[in-house]
């Protein structure tokens, strides 16, 4: 069974920083893509980030373009996503997903997710 566990959210100021993890089990990290998508409260799910199989190629939303960065240790089966710059728009629940897209993942098993807020 894969299962996906995100962790490290947290509530911080406006231009603190955080780094989510996403550890996986059941599939190893060079058989998927892995996504991190977030969802405001009142708002629908947003694709942040991803990252391809082999890791050469990542993606990132405009809106968190130049602060957020995703990448992976494929040793320890995890994705993470760096957070740097952080702004109160960027408050809400955080997902990693075998998907890169909203639509793409609606196929796929969502976890708990990690609480970020973003805050003075």
């Known amino acids: 069974q894969v299962k996906l566990v995100e962790s490290g959210g947290d509530s911080v100021q406006p231009g603190g920083s955080l780094r989510l993890s996403c550890i996986a089990s059941?599939?190893?990290?060079?058989?998927?893509?892995i996504g991190w998508f977030r969802q405001a409260p009142g708002k629908g799910r947003e694709a942040v980030a991803c990252?391809?199989?082999?890791?050469?190629?990542?993606y990132s939303a405009d809106s968190v373009k130049g602060r957020f960065t995703i990448s992976k240790d494929n040793a320890k089966n995890t994705v993470y996503l760096q957070m740097n710059t952080l702004k109160p728009e960027d408050t809400g629940v955080y997902y990693c997903?075998?998907?890169?897209?909203?639509?793409?993942?609606?196929?796929?098993?969502w976890g708990q997710g990690t609480q970020v807020t973003v805050s003075s």
């Open positions: 990252i391809s199989t082999s890791g050469a190629t990542t």
């Open positions: 997903v075998r998907a890169c897209t909203v639509l793409a993942g609606q196929s796929e098993s």
């Open positions: 059941g599939i190893t990290l060079d058989q998927t893509v």
